[in-house]
């Protein structure tokens, strides 16, 4: 299972919010550069990079963050937030970005996420499903939609999709546990490689994902509030391989 730490960005610097509320915002480091080499020495190799300023105005906006991640460090880097157009998909792809992940798009404008997957195939381009009692949540996470998690995640399966992220809202920065049942349901429905986000609160749950299926794993405040240490994470990673 791929160990994937999250950066979140406001206006250039790493910060955290809890349930997608921007009002709990909280600034880790205003050095996201900073952030991305301490992970790197660590043994890690992804990053899951997100413009949280791009999902609140609809197009993407800290572009210039992915690309001097990209330039000086070798992470690979899924990038996520604002991304609603054509141009905005090139700009992060010009950037470095190895993979994008389209959400409140996937929701909004299927036939522009569709021909994503065709145009670039479904290696690159991650289906973001974020979640509210198994409905889908769009816009950063302020609006809910009438989609069901389910028929979300089926319909992209055959339209060729391979990769997604699931984010159980109630748990993102909760520090309370990810949603197992949720991931064990959807493993066990759908073929799509899962990467699991929200919640993860101690590394003790990080081979219980891996047990499940899940793909890959997004690691966000457990490592900001020091419940995971990065030495930690190098430990699993080197006993994973």
Known sequence: MRIIPAIDIIE??????????YSTQKTYNENPLEVAKAFEAHGIQYLHLVDLDGAKSKHIVNYKVLETLVGKTQLKIDFGGGLKSDEDL???FECGAQQITGGSIAVKQPQVFNQWLKDYGPDKIILGADVKDEWIATNGWTETSSLSLFDFLEGYQAQGAKYTICTDISKDGMLMGPAFELYQKIL????LKLIASGGISSIEELPQLAALGCEGSILGKAIYENRISLKALEHFIINSN
């Open 12 to 21: 250039g610097k790493c910060v955290r919010l809890t349930k997608g509320d």
């Open 90 to 92: 090139r700009i992060a």
């Open 188 to 191: 066990a429905q759908t073929d």
